[in-house]
């Protein structure tokens, strides 16, 4: 496969589209298995998620690149990679159509229950948002990985194990997603965030009121320090 997802401008490593592709896949795969997230899927959803549907979200979630594909990307990715740019150039070496056909060949060979039987899931908006949300996660967590290696790699502890951001000490932290749904962060008070924003004052916070959003000037920036309250 000719495609390309990503490059290291360092050291000139380059990843293709289907490794980065099957990169998130298996991130995917993973917060799908954790049991509160599969639970919020289903709800949405209105049914049970069988395992074959499940596999069919890794392979969608899988798909949330294939517009790399397309010329324009290609061209633009590959300024510093002399030989996939003449390909690109030339159309008739580069088929867009068959970079994608690939890419879905791949994903479902590596997931190949997605070809089962099974009843076609009840898509919703609340399904868009969640699925759309879960993506995301599954693309940060897959685009942590170092660009170079094998296309095929899921024995990557960021693929197997879904660690959060790093902690102060250079510690990853879990998202929690292989043990369940965890209490929330306490948030911090109104009084205590809304003194970064120009409009909304640490008064109108603490009386428990719902100011509106915060609007900016032109050449306007948000920042610390005291704002002033709301007139009237």
């Not at 997605?114 to 948002?129: F, N």
């Not at 916070?205 to 000037?217: D, L, V």
């Amino acid at each position: 496969m000719t495609a390309i997802a990503k490059t290291d401008r360092k050291t000139g490593a380059r990843r293709s589209l289907i490794g980065h592709s099957l990169d998130i896949a298996l991130a995917a795969a993973r917060l799908l298995a954790a049991p509160v997230l599969r639970s919020r899927l289903e709800t949405t959803c209105g049914h049970r998620l069988t395992e074959v549907q499940l596999a069919r979200l890794t392979c969608l979630a899988g798909l949330h690149d294939c517009g790399k594909a397309l010329v324009g990307f290609q061209a633009n990715i590959s300024v510093a990679l002399a030989q996939v740019r003449t390909q690109v150039a030339a159309t008739s070496a580069y088929d867009p159509i068959a970079e994608m056909d690939e890419l879905a060949a791949e994903l479902l060979r590596r997931f190949p229950t997605a070809l089962g039987e099974a009843a076609p899931i009840q898509w919703t908006c609340s399904l868009d948002h969640l699925f759309a949300g879960l993506t995301m996660l599954a693309d940060w967590l897959g685009s942590s990985l170092p660009v170079a290696g094998d296309d095929w790699r899921p024995s990557r502890r960021c693929l197997t194990r879904c660690p959060g951001p790093v902690g102060t000490r250079g510690r990853p932290r879990s998202t929690g997603a292989s043990r369940g749904w965890r209490a929330p962060i306490r948030p911090r008070s109104r009084a205590g965030w809304c003194g970064h924003w120009p409009g909304i004052s640490a008064r109108t916070a603490s009386h428990g009121q719902s100011p509106a959003c915060p609007t900016r000037t032109s050449g306007s920036r948000p920042g610390p320090g005291p704002s002033p309250a709301p007139s009237g």
